[in-house]
């Protein structure tokens, strides 16, 4: 008896210990999922791999805006992120190579330095692999790399800054894509009335600013994906945006829309039958991420309509009256997230939730448009 006394009191003792480890795991995953708070914007994250110097950063603005870089040199990045446009396109999916249109919406570049993954479904994990995707993409810059590469050398000023830049001999194609991530990472806009009043001006938001803070944070939470300084947590979800027209009236955007289809390794059932944009599936191949696009930043978003993957709302108030709706209906509707419910906010709420997001903007960057340098000759190879 004593012994089986002992046994049940060590045996107490372990189950108390499991259950202390548990609450301590439970307690710590809880925190690990609290949203981020919002907070000013802080200086972008730099890569020791490309960094940021001013001739660098000179050097990616001629590139971003030199069509040469594509495959008919009728296109250059700043064709589809417009500096008036918001560093956008103001259409609902951006423009193609010549002869094609694009499928999905034109993000901005603005704060596009803070991101972990770039695209709509994540697809580049640096801003020099999405410049090097972009440029090559069949229905964006359609380049291919030796002709590209090929031009830059008959350019004696681009021969001249990438070997100041980067000690080139002949300038080399993956270094003009380190020169235009570093530009678009100076592409950053932190100067607007949150981060003001975030920094503890009170007066830089209005009142119905200070209610539509309110609601983001409470009723209408929408910190639950658009948290941090960033206001997105960068992950993926259904929230059940419509499908685009286009797919159903515009016969060059059916091509492409089949050609993606096709190009992404969808099986043979899912080319014949998928209607939308399957988003994060056509890198998991997982059937839960049918449907599922990056939480985008809110950041900058005055300046960028129209909204969602494929320009479905037109401007802001389409937004968070979508969200108060709970929502859409895609062709997803299994991987639809429940965090996405009717909120019931009243029309007022609606215009409070809309003045707070356009606080988040500030004024629009511009730049001067550069100058393109000429081709010439190509000297004796001895030089």
Known sequence: MKAMGRHNFLFGLVGLAVFGLAFVTLVRVGLAEENPPL???????????????????ELGKMLFFDTRLSGDTSIACVSCHVPDQGWAFADDVSRGYQGSVH?????????????????????????????ASAASGAVAGNGEADMMEARLAFIPEYRE??????????????????????????LVQRDTDFDLFMNGDR??????????????????????????????????????VPRTQRWLEDGLAQITFRYEQYSKGVSEAFYRTLKDDAGLYY???????????????????????????????????????FYNEGGGDNDFRATKTALISPLNLTDDDVSDLVAFLESLSGPELTVETPSFPDYAPLPALTE
């Open 39 to 57: 907070a000013p914007l802080g200086p972008p994250p730099e890569r020791a791999d490309n960094p940021i110097t001013p001739e660098k950063v």
């Open 283 to 321: 890198r998991t191949k997982q059937n839960g991420d049918l449907g599922k696009f990056r939480t985008p930043s809110l950041r900058y978003t005055a300046h960028t309509a129209p909204y969602m993957h494929n320009g479905a709302f037109s401007d802001l108030r389409q937004v968070v009256e």
């Open 161 to 186: 800054r990438f070997r100041d830049v980067f000690g080139d001999r002949w300038p080399q194609l993956r270094n003009a894509w380190q020169a235009i991530a570093a530009f678009e990472r100076s």
């Open 103 to 131: 499928w999905r919406n034109s993000q901005s570049i603005v704060n596009s330095a803070y991101y972990a993954e770039l695209d709509w479904a994540g697809a580049a994990t640096s801003l020099e692999s999405q410049a």
């Open 203 to 240: 007066t830089a938001l209005t009142e119905a600013q200070k209610r539509g803070l309110a609601l983001f944070n409470g009723p209408a939470n929408c910190i639950e994906c658009h948290n941090g300084p960033l206001l997105t947590d960068q992950r993926y979800y259904n929230i059940g």
